[in-house]
Each structure stands twice: as structure tokens, then as C-alpha cells.
């Protein structure tokens, strides 16, 4: 039984289309090990590099009297096995296969008339791939960052120069900007409670006193590496009494990274502005390079947020751009530069990133129906089925709403 299913499966051996006969194939195979023997070390190291190309040796025979011409048939065999490139070989019971001529040898005597022997060796032809080179967008905004940072850094330093006399004004622009920031970010102040008394202990210190901002929203916001806040000189337990969460990666979360939500620009507009009380120089520096740090920040997080849609990333990319725009007017000309170089990375990183997801389009349904049939009828996939409930918060997997309009992703 097992014989007969065997023989009935067999088809014609041919290469580039030649046909030809054979009875028999060896193959080879494995693994490239590259061998490391130590001395006075008894246990070797078999170091795996990859799968070894595949090879096999075939006879194979052309044969006077079969449905071919037996001069013809040899010629066209030898043309095949010299023609340039790779090409098919079908082989009865190896099935196809992409291959290559290494070699091969024919034999014909005159005490076989009309029966020639090639001994061909094939290997495996695989598939060229040429190194890709991809442009890190996200990397470019972190250094751009980094940049923005050491510019801004030294602005504050320029301008931020209080009095003994100023210092309990500036603590009052400190304390009213942090509030207005949280406002921003749409965040609760009690978050950075314990972190603006530290803040506040540096009122007098211009360096120090940055870096500690810096620290502060690069780690709310994800920025900065728990190592780069420290270096910074704030620790990122004081954010929450240390209720955040930094990852393997060492960088700081407080809450599920999403897409940054839309940001107040009246509240921006207000730390820029100033008001009436406040009108001191280091307390109106302090207040203007408070916002510059909030919204350079804000960049530099968006480089590490995933996306699930194009119009996710792209409404990203406008909250971040519209802040960046909004502090430029104020800013020295150092960080003027540094600005501008984040905002162009910013705007390649997120439009980049973008054009590589689904975009979001309206869909309706005649009717009600279970989210399965939903996702076959807009996807013809029902393993869509719980995008569509997740993605416009359906109460029930079993009733998708007809005769209203549904968020869905295109292909």
C-alpha cells in the first residue's frame, strides 16, 4: 500500500524546463559550526553561524528509444546546466527546488549507445538580500533633545540671576509655573508634590535648579532614563512618593504610554506671558524657560510612544509642533537654533513612523450584528472581531451597532 501511494505520487524529473531520467538523489545539509578548542581546556565551543546551504548530487540519464529525441535531449540538458543563474529543478520525489549548478560530468560510451550519465551536483541557489539601511528618526529626536537641553541650560544660566531680595518672587513664578506645567500636561500637581519642595530648595541655584526641572518632566513624561535624571541631579522617587514605574530600559513611566493628548495653549501662553505681579527678570526667565523645558520634553517623549494609527502619530506630531512654535518667539538665539532642530526631527520622526501604520475611516453597518460578522463584512478577517469592539468601546462583542458611524482601520 505504502509502495503503490509512494510511485503514484512521482513526477518527471526536469531542469529549466529539460526533462530527463533518474533513480536516485543524495542530499546534504546542516549547520556552520565554527569549532573553538581551548587550551588546557578539555570542553570545546561549537559556535552555530547559520544553516548550511542545501546540496544534492543527482544521476541523471538520458535514454534512446524514450518520448524524446535522444540527441536533442542531451544537448539541451548540457545548455541547461551551463545557462547562467539559478533555475527549478523537479525532481520526482524531492519536489522543487531553487538551484544552482556547482558542477557536473557526462559520461557516454560506445558500449552504450543511445545512454549518456550526467552527474550533477546542485546546491542551494536561496535568495540574495542586500543589507537595509534605515534612517533611526527616533534616535535623531533624543539627540536633538540632548542638544535643546545644553543650549537651554546655558540660557538659564545667562538670564536667571536673582537677588537675596527676589529669591521668595521667584519662588512664587516656581510655584505658579509648576502648576500651570501639570495644567498643561492635563496631569494632577499633587504628582510633583514632593519633587517642587526639592525643586524649591534650589530657588537660589540657577544650575541646579535646572537640571532638577529637566529631571522632573523628563522622567514624568518618559524622556529620560532613571541614569540620565540622576545625572541631571533628581531622583525620579520623589515623582509620586515613588508610585511611577521605570521599565527594563531604565526609563520612567507614570500610567500606559499612549498618544500625548491635546495641550492647553492658553495655560503655555500664560507661562510665557507672565503677569502683573510677576515682573521681576529672573522670575520672568524662570516662568519662559519653564515652558521651553515642558515642551522641549514633550518632544523628546513622543520619539518613545508607539502608535496604533497614522492619525494617532499625526495628532501627536501637531501637539508637539504647535508647543514648539508657541516658545520659539521668546527663546535666546542658541536655543532658538536647538529649538528648530528638534521641531524639523520631531516632524520626520512622527511623519515617518505615521506613514507606516493604518489610517482610521468611517464605517457603517445596515444592521446589528455580532462583532465576528462585523469584522468579516469591513476586513473580510473576523480576527478583527476585537478591534472593532475595543476601538469604538462596544459594550457587547454580540451587538456592533447598525446605522452608526464605526472607527475602523484600513488595510
Known amino acids: ?45 561549537a559556535e552555530d553561524l547559520g544553516r548550511k546551504a542545501g546540496e544534492w548530487r543527482i544521476r541523471a540519464f538520458i535514454v534512446q528509444g524514450r518520448s524524446y529525441d535522444y540527441v536533442q535531449a542531451r544537448d539541451a540538458l548540457r545548455k541547461a546546466l551551463t545557462a547562467y543563474g539559478p533555475a527549478t529543478l523537479i525532481h520526482p520525489w524531492l519536489g522543487e527546488l531553487t538551484v544552482a549548478v556547482d558542477r557536473f560530468s557526462l559520461r557516454e560510451t560506445t558500449s552504450k549507445g543511445g545512454y ?13 538580500e542586500n543589507p537595509g539601511a534605515r534612517a533611526d528618526t527616533a534616535q535623531a529626536v533624543a539627540a536633538s533633545a540632548g542638544n535643546c537641553r545644553r543650549a537651554l541650560r546655558q540660557s538659564f544660566a545667562a538670564l536667571y540671576a536673582p537677588l537675596a531680595q527676589e529669591l521668595e518672587t521667584c519662588l512664587s513664578a516656581l510655584n505658579d509655573g509648576m502648576a500651570w506645567a501639570m495644567e498643561y500636561l492635563q496631569l494632577p500637581e499633587a504628582l510633583i508634590s514632593d519633587a517642587l519642595d526639592f525643586a524649591g530648595g534650589l530657588i537660589g541655584a540657577p544650575a541646579g535648579l535646572f537640571d532638577v526641572l529637566s529631571g522632573i518632566f523628563g522622567g514624568l513624561l518618559g524622556s529620560l532614563s532613571a ?56 522670575a520672568t526667565a524662570l516662568k519662559r524657560h519653564l515652558a521651553q523645558v515642558l515642551v522641549m520634553e514633550d518632544a523628546a517623549a513622543s520619539a518613545r510612544l508607539d502608535f496604533v494609527t497614522a492619525d494617532d502619530a499625526l495628532a501627536c506630531r501637531k501637539t508637539v509642533l ?33 506613514g507606516e501604520l493604518p489610517r482610521v475611516r468611517r464605517a457603517e453597518l445596515p444592521a446589528t450584528m455580532p462583532a465576528l460578522v462585523a469584522a468579516w463584512r469591513l476586513h473580510g ?31
Open 322 to 354: 504647535d508647543g514648539l512654535e508657541a516658545v520659539a518667539p521668546v527663546a535666546a538665539d542658541p536655543v532658538f537654533a536647538a529649538l528648530s532642530g528638534l521641531r524639523l526631527d520631531v516632524a520626520r520622526d512622527l511623519t515617518t513612523r505615521g
Open 116 to 128: 549518456c550519465e550526467f552527474d550533477i551536483d546542485f546546491v542551494e541557489a536561496g535568495q540574495r
Open 1 to 45: 500500500m505504502l509502495r503503490s501511494s509512494f510511485f503514484s505520487t512521482l513526477r518527471q524529473a526536469s531542469f529549466r524546463g529539460v526533462q530527463f531520467e533518474v533513480d536516485d538523489a543524495d542530499e546534504s545539509g546542516g549547520r556552520r559550526l565554527a569549532r573553538h578548542e581551548y587550551p588546557l581546556r578539555d570542553l570545546p565551543f
Open 381 to 411: 478577517d473576523a480576527a478583527r472581531a476585537k478591534e472593532i469592539v475595543a476601538r469604538n468601546r462596544i459594550r457587547h462583542p454580540g451587538r456592533v451597532p447598525g446605522g452608526t458611524a464605526l472607527e475602523v482601520l484600513s488595510e
Open 227 to 282: 541614569a540620565e535624571a540622576l545625572a541631571l541631579g533628581f531622583d525620579l522617587g520623589l515623582l509620586a512618593g515613588g508610585a511611577g514605574q521605570v521599565d527594563d530600559s531604565g526609563y520612567y513611566h507614570y500610567g500606559p504610554a499612549g498618544a500625548l493628548s491635546s495641550r492647553k495653549r492658553d495655560v503655555l501662553d500664560r507661562l510665557l506671558t507672565g503677569n502683573t505681579v510677576t515682573t521681576i527678570p529672573p
